[in-house]
């Protein structure tokens, strides 16, 4: 059932900071494609106040002397208010360049607000985009125009109290804002950062799942084709060469090539299943039948000795182990039998001695008397590689290589060690 959409009267109403949030997100991704816009409308209507300030007069409530040339204060107003254009890209140098128009505007008595706002906003900046320390000699040029107008105008030894107390106040107010937002800045970009390197890390663990899932359906496939057609191989040929002298004979091939080849088909199965997603309805895909354990051990002996393979076993102890290593101790022996099967020529025999220890130790060695075909090679294909890396998951070890003279032949020797305290 899908679930019901509240109504737009039922829905909880939006936080506030939440709404302001994204208002600011989508203000700041703006102004990171675009940011001569907002440098242009910024420096805009800072010019156009100043312009206003000058025209209509109202710089001369502040001013300490009115008889300042009109030229004069046309360009210490558009002085302070367009060099605002490149605030954010070089505060340090906008600083530099205006601090003497802020002594000009001091000493002349014109007392232009314009003035303040402007290294005002520059210390904001400063703190905001450069080291701390440039925040020494910022402020110095900042209070050396007070000191100027102070010196120039003052009345008295109150008003330098007055007069640099409430300015270094403010310059602590804006840099207070400036390292605020700083701060808060580098820990989004931190979070952004390590969110990136997460799913980067993700990515990485995905592909490395992906390549390992890869080589345990490639071992998977290798073990059961390789280990069935070589029975059925072996069971054609016998049927073969019976075929004109025993017509029974062929026909029991016949019938266990029939049951190799379904059995095959089966765990093929079973192995492609698991790579089938849900059908579209969203049913789940039918139950999965286990993975071959040791009690499937004699199905597996009974094919191979109707393959024409003489197989003897030597059982010691009794097996208490997890799906896991029973499933490596099977295709570790289905492996060896397949290659007796490929290589060791007529007449030969197989022996498996397996021996169980306490706390899951196995002990598994299969020899043939084979002497001919090739010996296979130990870092080609999948068979030898991939029953190592059956045993390496267990931290057991595998040898395999053929035995001394004079019994000759292959062997293969596998020990899983104990298993580890839960």
Request: net charge neutral; with cysteine; charged share 25%.
């Given at each position: 059932?899908?679930?019901?959409?509240?109504?737009?009267?039922?829905?909880?109403?939006?936080?506030?900071?939440?709404?302001?949030?994204?208002?600011?997100?989508?203000?700041?991704?703006?102004?990171?494609?675009?940011?001569?816009?907002?440098?242009?409308?910024?420096?805009?209507?800072?010019?156009?106040?100043?312009?206003?300030?000058?025209?209509?007069?109202?710089?001369?409530?502040?001013?300490?002397?009115?008889?300042?040339?009109?030229?004069?204060?046309?360009?210490?107003s558009l002085g302070f208010s367009v060099t605002l254009l490149w605030r954010?890209?070089?505060?340090?140098?906008?600083?530099?360049?205006?601090?003497?128009?802020?002594?000009?505007?001091?000493?002349?008595?014109?007392?232009?607000?314009?003035?303040?706002?402007?290294?005002?906003?520059?210390?904001?900046?400063?703190?905001?985009?450069?080291?701390?320390?440039?925040?020494?000699?910022?402020?110095?040029?900042?209070?050396?125009?007070?000191?100027?107008?102070?010196?120039?105008?003052?009345?008295?030894?109150?008003?330098?109290?007055?007069?640099?107390?409430?300015?270094?106040?403010?310059?602590?107010?804006?840099?207070?804002?400036?390292?605020?937002?700083?701060?808060?800045?580098?820990?989004?970009?931190?979070?952004?950062?390590?969110?990136?390197?997460?799913?980067?890390?993700?990515?990485?663990?995905?592909?490395?799942?992906?390549?390992?899932?890869?080589?345990?359906?490639?071992?998977?496939?290798?073990?059961?084709?390789?280990?069935?057609?070589?029975?059925?191989?072996?069971?054609?040929?016998?049927?073969?060469?019976?075929?004109?002298?025993?017509?029974?004979?062929?026909?029991?091939?016949?019938?266990?090539?029939?049951?190799?080849?379904?059995?095959?088909?089966?765990?093929?199965?079973?192995?492609?299943?698991?790579?089938?997603?849900?059908?579209?309805?969203?049913?789940?895909?039918?139950?999965?039948?286990?993975?071959?354990?040791?009690?499937?051990?004699?199905?597996?002996?009974?094919?191979?000795?109707?393959?024409?393979?003489?197989?003897?076993?030597?059982?010691?102890?009794?097996?208490?182990?997890?799906?896991?290593?029973?499933?490596?101790?099977?295709?570790?022996?289905?492996?060896?039998?397949?290659?007796?099967?490929?290589?060791?020529?007529?007449?030969?025999?197989?022996?498996?001695?397996?021996?169980?220890?306490?706390?899951?130790?196995?002990?598994?060695?299969?020899?043939?008397?084979?002497?001919?075909?090739?010996?296979?090679?130990?870092?080609?294909?999948?068979?030898?590689?991939?029953?190592?890396?059956?045993?390496?998951?267990?931290?057991?070890?595998?040898e395999a290589g053929p035995r001394q003279l004079p019994e000759g032949g292959?062997?293969?020797?596998?020990?899983?060690?104990?298993?580890?305290?839960?």
């Amino acid at each position: 059932m899908q679930p019901v959409k509240p109504s737009p009267e039922e829905r909880p109403a939006e936080p506030l900071t939440e709404y302001v949030q994204r208002a600011t997100d989508r203000v700041r991704a703006f102004d990171r494609r675009r940011p001569l816009v907002w440098d242009l409308g910024f420096t805009g209507f800072w010019v156009t106040a100043a312009l206003i300030d000058y025209t209509g007069g109202g710089w001369r409530y502040n001013a300490h002397n009115l008889d300042v040339p009109g030229w004069l204060l046309l360009t210490l107003s558009l002085g302070f208010s367009v060099t605002l254009l490149w605030r954010r890209a070089h505060p340090r140098t906008v600083l530099l360049v205006a601090t003497p128009l802020a002594l000009l505007n001091a000493w002349t008595g014109a007392a232009l607000q314009a003035s303040l706002i402007h290294q005002l906003i520059l210390l904001y900046h400063i703190a905001l985009r450069l080291p701390l320390r440039n925040m020494w000699w910022a402020t110095a040029l900042v209070t050396s125009s007070t000191c100027v107008s102070l010196a120039r105008y003052g009345e008295g030894g109150s008003a330098w109290h007055q007069q640099i107390g409430s300015q270094l106040l403010s310059v602590g107010v804006v840099t207070l804002i400036a390292i605020t937002v700083r701060t808060r800045r580098n820990y989004a970009e931190a979070r952004e950062d390590r969110a990136r390197r997460l799913e980067t890390e993700r990515d990485q663990q995905l592909r490395l799942a992906a390549a390992a899932e890869r080589a345990r359906i490639a071992r998977e496939m290798h073990d059961i084709i390789g280990h069935n057609l070589s029975v059925i191989t072996g069971l054609a040929d016998g049927g073969r060469y019976a075929a004109a002298k025993s017509p029974e004979r062929a026909a029991q091939a016949l019938d266990a090539i029939g049951t190799t080849s379904r059995q095959a088909l089966d765990e093929l199965r079973r192995l492609l299943d698991v790579l089938r997603d849900e059908e579209e309805d969203g049913t789940q895909a039918a139950e999965l039948n286990p993975q071959p354990a040791l009690t499937d051990l004699d199905r597996l002996l009974d094919g191979v000795r109707k393959a024409g393979l003489p197989v003897r076993t030597t059982v010691k102890g009794r097996p208490t182990l997890p799906e896991g290593r029973q499933l490596t101790v099977y295709r570790v022996i289905q492996e060896a039998l397949t290659n007796t099967l490929k290589h060791a020529g007529p007449d030969a025999t197989a022996h498996i001695d397996l021996s169980y220890d306490t706390g899951g130790a196995v002990a598994l060695t299969v020899t043939d008397t084979g002497r001919g075909g090739p010996v296979p090679a130990l870092s080609d294909g999948r068979g030898l590689p991939g029953m190592r890396e059956r045993t390496s998951l267990y931290g057991g070890t595998l040898e395999a290589g053929p035995r001394q003279l004079p019994e000759g032949g292959w062997r293969v020797h596998l020990h899983l060690p104990e298993e580890p305290p839960q």
